[in-house]
Each structure stands twice: as C-alpha cells, then as structure tokens.
C-alpha cells in the first residue's frame, strides 16, 4: 500500500524549542490529517486540514494546507516534555463518494530533553 | 462517555491457533477499520467496513477475517495462516465509510490497540 514520505524519521530538541516536520505525496489529497500516538496507545487526532493554503492551529501546534495538495507541515513551539512522542501525517485521496481510506506517513518520532 | 474501545490490551498466543480482537464502538459511527503496526512503523490496513453486514479487504489482508454484523462492532480475528502475526492492532471509526458529505466524515477516530505476541 501507498505510504507518504514523512521527515524527519526522529528529532532529539530541548525542551522549549520549536519544532518543525512534513509530509509529501506524489498525489493530490483532498484531506490532511495530524495525529500523535504515545507508546503503548492509538493514535489521537491533533489537527483536520480541508482546503489548500489552510493553516490551522491547536493550542502550540499549527498545521499547513500545502498550497500544491501535496504537502502539509507540522509545526510545535516551545516544545515541553509531554510532546514526546510519534507524529502521524495522513491524507484523505478521494473525492464524492471515493471510499474514506486514509494514506499514513511513516511518522517522525519526537524526543524531548527537559 | 463516546469512544472506541478494544480489548484485551495484551493477548498471547500459541502458534497454530486463532485469535479473535474485540473492537467496539459508541460514536454512532458507519465505518470502521483495522490497522496493524510494527515497531518503527507507520499504520497498514487490514479490512473495513463501511456499512453494516459489508467489509473489503486492505492493503494486507491475507490470514486476518472479519465481520460486521452490528453497527458498533468489527471483530478482527487473526488466522493460523497469517505469517507473523506478533503486532500492535488499531482499531478506528469515521462518520462514514464515503466522502461525499463534509470533509469531517473523512476523519478516522483510534481505539487504544491491542498487542498480540505469539509464543
């Protein structure tokens, strides 16, 4: 099955920076969607992105919209220690009645240093 | 309280033998999806099913099967055929099983998985 191309594949920061990932896609998505998944659990939903140029915020996280449908970025500010864990990009290809199937990144794994 | 919830959160298992993974649901959700994951791994479907008494295979469905016989439920069982079947399962929902409707139906909601070891 198709994956997205995710990076970085890991980041090691200290606490109070700002961190930045990205996914990409050789297809067009009609939906980007961000989770975050903590070890041992599923993952929870951060950020929907509906329309291209969309940027979205949720508290210190901030989500693009790639203006091509292609992309999306990820951003965290001032990171703190429970934002320790996989980020997920997925997008959604379809259109009217295309069937909701989701396409994951490979995620980016996030390590925060206090 | 809405959520999804799988049980049990650890199974051990014998080779050669079936195992069946619980997977409920409260959202009032048409679809629902099975994913598994390795270690250092991104999510890969197994089945899902976008309406009741209705399933399609993913992208690795070889040795798993399903059924959805009510709305709130998609038991995964996991088959002596299924190579390596040692992984952390998710189960998720959406709204519906089509896009069509608002851009929201799209969003998939995880349950909190299940880890399998076979011994």
């Known amino acids: 099955g198709q994956q997205l191309n995710q990076s970085p594949q890991s980041m090691f920061i200290q606490e109070g920076e700002d961190v930045s990932m990205n996914c990409t896609s050789s297809?067009?998505?009609?939906?980007w969607l961000w989770y975050k998944q903590e070890p041992g659990e599923g993952p929870v939903l951060l950020i929907a992105?509906?329309?291209?140029?969309e940027l979205t915020s949720n508290g210190r996280l901030t989500a693009q919209f790639g203006i091509t449908r292609k992309d999306s970025f990820l951003n965290i500010s001032a990171s703190i220690p429970s934002d320790v864990g996989i980020y997920f990009c997925a997008g959604h290809l379809g259109f009217g009645g295309a069937t909701n199937k989701l396409i994951f990144g490979t995620g980016t794994l996030l390590a925060v240093q206090p | 309280d809405g959520g999804i919830t799988q049980s049990p959160k650890y199974l051990f298992r014998k080779e050669g033998q079936n195992v069946t993974l619980s997977c409920e649901q409260n959202l009032n959700h048409d679809a629902m999806y099975w994913y598994r994951q390795d270690p250092g791994q991104g999510l890969r479907l197994i089945y899902y099913s976008q309406i009741v008494n209705d399933f399609q295979k993913g992208d690795i469905a070889e040795g798993y099967s399903v059924s959805r016989e009510k709305k709130e439920s998609f038991p995964l069982t996991v088959t002596s055929a299924q190579k390596n079947p040692t992984a952390f399962y998710l189960c998720?929902?959406?709204?519906?099983?089509?896009?069509?409707?608002?851009?929201?139906?799209?969003?998939?909601?995880f349950g909190p998985g299940t880890r399998l070891t076979v011994l």
């Open positions: 998720a929902s959406s709204i519906a099983g089509t896009s069509g409707g608002l851009n929201s139906y799209n969003e998939q909601f």
């Open positions: 297809s067009i998505f009609n939906t």
């Open positions: 992105l509906y329309k291209a140029g």
